[in-house]
């Protein structure tokens, strides 16, 4: 079986020709979220309509680590360490405190509901970066089918607390991510149908006092969305996509795909380097061992 989809000759040195996607973990009904805890040698994710986090052990497998999980979707970890969270069911970003209480980062703006946080990222300066789709309030599969109040837009909460709505020209905005030196932010916009059009990312150029310019379409997933994705240091994004994963390089080329055979929802780097790219695909949890390390922090 072939794990790998080589589109240009340079993909073969991305991958490793003997190391094979692997099934960690099967039985979920919409995996999503993952995030590596170096630290406590586990990784986390959401099983969204099963409204839990859980948590995958090296040589152990499968404990729950919360539930109910307010049908948690996105997480990372902020400059501390600490579980940052995309909450549908409060419609709310939370931080789990090292004690284990939790703190609310962001559940309105300007006097309304956000609608349902699907992913976060938290940049080097502390401030914490959301995507606010309506998936979580369109149906109660993933959370309670509610009325729309604010666009679906993205926001940053600054190191003191104050949010932003910093990208308000989005159909639905779903994964992001920075590039490696944080001069660029990638967002997809995955449509209000999610499979429909669009389903490109695009790149906006990061300014002086984190201001965004550009925003032009940067690459069109297909088939499939960029529900999902993280960078590698050398900038490469990988992204979700319905066959599987997708490498794009920098300039917005496709350069080759790990195959999964699940729709896949999210990924995240971990490992001993970093050089593990766990995937979140519908029912199940999978690995691969690359030949490129992940950025994600910390
Ligand atoms: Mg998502």
């Given at each position: 079986m072939a794990f790998f989809e080589i589109v240009d000759p340079a993909f073969r040195s991305?991958?490793?020709?003997?190391?094979?996607?692997?099934?960690?973990a099967t039985g979920f009904d919409w995996a999503e979220g993952p995030v590596w805890f170096g630290d406590a040698n586990c990784l986390l994710f959401s099983d969204i309509p099963n409204n839990?986090?859980?948590?995958?052990?090296?040589g152990v497998g499968i404990t729950t680590?919360?539930?109910?999980?307010?049908?948690?979707?996105g997480h990372t970890r902020d400059r501390e360490g600490r579980l940052v969270s995309c909450e549908h069911g409060l419609r709310r970003v939370t931080r789990t405190e090292l004690d284990g209480s939790i703190t609310v980062i962001a559940d309105g703006y300007q006097g309304k509901r956000l609608n349902s946080p699907n992913d976060v990222v938290v940049a080097s300066d502390g401030a914490i970066w959301f995507t606010d789709p309506h998936y979580g309030i369109a149906s109660?599969?993933?959370g309670f089918k509610a009325e729309q109040e604010l666009p679906c837009n993205v926001y940053r909460v600054d190191p003191s607390g104050g949010i932003d709505a910093v990208i308000t020209d989005f159909n639905c905005p779903n994964g992001l991510a920075f590039s490696p030196d944080e001069s660029r932010l990638y967002v997809a916009d995955t449509g209000r149908i999610f499979q429909g059009d669009p389903q490109h990312i695009r790149a906006?150029?990061?300014?002086?006092?984190w201001r965004l310019s550009g925003g032009e379409v940067f690459h069109r997933i297909e088939p499939g969305a960029a529900d999902g994705f993280r960078l590698d240091t050398e900038g490469n994004i990988w992204s979700s996509a319905a066959d599987g994963v997708h490498c794009v390089a920098p300039d917005g080329r496709l350069l080759g795909k790990v195959l999964v055979p699940e729709l896949v929802s999210n990924v995240c780097f971990g490992g001993r380097a970093k050089q593990q790219l766990f995937i979140t695909a519908t029912t199940s949890l999978y690995s691969v061992a690359l030949n490129r390390n992940g950025v994600q922090r910390p």
């Open positions: 991305y991958v490793l020709f003997n190391a094979p996607v692997k099934q960690l839990r986090i859980m948590r995958w052990t090296p680590f919360r539930q109910p999980s307010n049908y948690a979707n109660d599969y993933e906006f150029d990061v300014g002086t006092n």
